[in-house]
Every structure is written in C-alpha cells, then in structure tokens.
C-alpha cells in the first residue's frame, strides 16, 4: 500500500469534506486514513489501487453502524467547521451491487 495524503482545510462543511473525498478517490485510489492535523483534516488514499467504483460516503460516528452491504473505509477524528468531530467512511461492496434489469 503506497498512501498518498491530502490536507483538507478544518473549515469546510461536512458535505464539502464528503465531496473532497470523492473527488480526491477519483484521481488518487480508494479513501484509507482520516485523522486530524493541527491546522487540517489528512486524508489518506491507497495510490496503488484504482479508483474505486463506488464512492465512499461520510457519516458522523454517533450516527451508527452502516448495514450490511457496506464496508468501513476510513474512521477516524475530522474536522466539520472548525470542530473536531468522528466520522466514519464506508463504501457499498462490490458484491452488493444490483444490476437493474
């Protein structure tokens, strides 16, 4: 695993943080490491592998588990608008995936 890691500012909103994410994952590997800085929020990608297909989402950690078809990601303290909050990334598996007919 080569990681890679970007510095995300600590003002952004939560969807703002998601939506860095998402971007970063499509050009850098699937998401792997969250975790805080002291002025930022460093976000970890897995270089060595391809984009993922699906794109990870961020939920708060309080907000509980994700159901079954999801894998975590990435856990880890972020920062939302300045404040230090845990978040959790997951990602629908591959084998979840419904094909509509």
């Given at each position: 695993m080569k990681l890679?890691?970007?510095?995300?500012s600590?003002?952004?909103?939560f969807?703002?943080?998601?939506?860095?994410?998402?971007?970063?994952?499509?050009?850098?590997?699937?998401?792997?490491?969250?975790?805080p800085s002291?002025?930022?929020?460093?976000?970890?990608?897995?270089?060595?592998?391809d984009?993922?297909?699906?794109?990870s989402?961020l939920?708060?950690?309080?907000?509980?588990?994700?159901?079954?078809?999801?894998d975590?990601?990435?856990?880890?303290?972020?920062y939302v608008?300045?404040?230090?909050?845990?978040?959790?990334?997951?990602?629908?598996?591959e084998?979840?995936?419904?094909?509509?007919?």
């Open positions: 890679v890691f970007v510095n995300a600590r003002n952004l909103s969807c703002d943080l998601s939506t860095v994410i998402r971007q970063h994952e499509e050009l850098l590997g699937p998401l792997r490491v969250i975790g002291a002025e930022s929020t460093v976000l970890g990608f897995d270089f060595e592998l984009p993922p297909h699906n794109p989402h939920q708060f950690a309080q907000e509980g588990t994700p159901a079954s078809e999801y975590v990601v990435a856990s880890g303290e972020a608008l300045g404040h230090a909050v845990d978040v959790v990334a997951y990602r629908l598996r084998d979840a995936q419904r094909v509509a007919p």
